[in-house]
């Protein structure tokens, strides 16, 4: 494969197969953390070396005609750890973005694999969106039969492999940002105060964000041996009673995935499924349902609507979940028997709407005021912020805007809409 780069030949002696059990303890003890990349693909390298009996494994970057060699079983010099991809099983294996197998040089006629091996195992590192940036290639200096059971656990450990990498230049961006922010901050003389708070506000959020995708990154990794030890026992345990226990813990697995996934929620950009919606029609229904929430015990609502034939493009279950979190708001803020407003009226030009909605709780002091809306700034003592500012978010994202203000006569949030005419 990579004949400017070759090591010398491992002359370690025969291993024994690995047993499962001795895969799954390979899987629970790598560990990752954001600074120590290169120990953990070192470790991965040497995983499969010794899960799979290499003489080389290595872990690779490909980008463009540059290859680069980021991780060894063997140890390696500096010089030694670049490559051209041109015409290699790497380039291969990364232009397919599927596994490749070799196992006798003397059965393939066309192959680039360096003189003194005969076998080959090369699987693709692939991002979240599919696309292979490298490899995790192992040599062999003898022929090697590789079964369906010991590639699927290569493929396993070159996922690890890249949501690592993934996460470590997502990381590296970050940083990269928040050295641009603090240097343009330092440039502003004008508004030193306004600049210093924005900085450290963005510091917050990304301190959050990394949190959020460490937090994922440990959790998920251990979920996925777990999975994959409870689909082997489906099919090794043959009993209705065993069956019935393995499938709860299967919905339960993949139910933590689909939390694990939403915890990332607040974090990612706002991907909206627009539609055509009527807003009349919409509030309608919308509000006889959410007079069923808790909060709502004991309260009522007052409509206006003065426009009764209005329409916007919108996500119709995130501009639920808006206007979901603004009413149980008000419902806390106001007591029992009292009433929250709402009513559509137009908005600040002829191309926008406006959805207020008041209730006459006591005012939000104005020191609070225009923080409310960012993370972690609430009125309430157990709130985070975090649904008003997913909700400032969203209808953001559908190019409207959300404005909250306060007086003697309680608060009123209004929303704005561009309408779709």
């Given at each position: ?48 070396s ?113 949501t ?8 590296q ?30 510091e ?23 999975e994959?030890?409870l ?5 090794v ?79 119709l ?39 207020e ?31 008003l ?33």
């Amino acid at each position: 494969m990579m004949s400017k780069s070759q090591p010398p030949v491992n002359s370690a002696s025969f291993m024994p197969p690995v047993s499962p059990e001795l895969e799954m303890e390979y899987l629970t003890t790598l560990n990752y953390r954001s600074g120590d990349l290169a120990a953990y693909l070192t470790e991965i390298s040497r995983s499969v070396s010794r899960l799979i009996q290499s003489d080389w494994t290595i872990v690779t970057l490909c980008q463009g005609e540059t290859g680069q060699i980021i991780a060894s079983n063997l140890e390696m010099r500096r010089e030694s750890a670049s490559f051209s991809v041109h015409r290699t099983l790497a380039a291969e294996v990364v232009q397919s973005v599927r596994s490749l197998v070799i196992e006798n040089r003397q059965n393939m006629r066309d192959h680039n694999l360096a003189s003194e091996y005969h076998a080959y195992l090369g699987v693709p590192l692939k991002m979240r969106n599919q696309a292979a940036i490298g490899t995790i290639c192992s040599f062999l200096c003898h022929p090697r039969s590789f079964t369906e059971a010991e590639v699927k656990m290569v493929e396993l450990f070159a996922e690890r492999a890249a949501t690592a990498i993934e996460n470590f230049w997502l990381y590296q961006h970050q940083l990269q940002v928040n050295h641009q922010l603090s240097q343009e901050a330092a440039a502003c003389s004008i508004d030193l105060k306004r600049s210093q708070g924005q900085l450290i506000e963005q510091e917050r959020l990304a301190a959050i964000g990394e949190f959020t995708t460490m937090i994922v990154h440990e959790v998920r990794n251990p979920l996925t041996t777990i999975e994959l030890g409870l689909r082997y026992a489906q099919k090794v345990l043959q009993p209705d009673s065993d069956q019935q226990r393995l499938n709860l813990a299967l919905k339960e697995s993949e139910r933590l995935k689909h939390l694990l996934n939403d915890i990332l929620y607040y974090a990612k950009p706002q991907v909206l499924k627009l539609s055509r919606l009527n807003l009349s029609l919409f509030l309608d229904e919308f509000l006889l349902q959410v007079q069923d929430v808790p909060e709502a015990v004991d309260r009522r609502i007052k409509y206006t609507n003065s426009l009764p034939e209005v329409a916007v493009m919108a996500d119709l279950d995130k501009l639920k979940q808006v206007f979901l979190n603004l009413f149980r708001n008000a419902f806390e803020a106001i007591a029992p028997q009292e009433a929250v407003d709402c009513s559509i009226r137009p908005g600040i030009n002829v191309n926008s709407i406006c959805i207020e909605i008041h209730n006459g709780g006591a005012p939000i002091p104005p020191e609070l005021l225009s923080q409310i809306g960012t993370p972690f700034c609430s009125t309430k003592p157990s709130g985070t912020g975090l649904g008003l500012a997913i909700s400032k978010r969203i209808i953001a994202a559908h190019g409207g805007e959300l404005i909250i203000e306060s007086s003697v006569s309680g608060t009123k949030v209004s929303v704005y809409l561009p309408m779709n005419l």
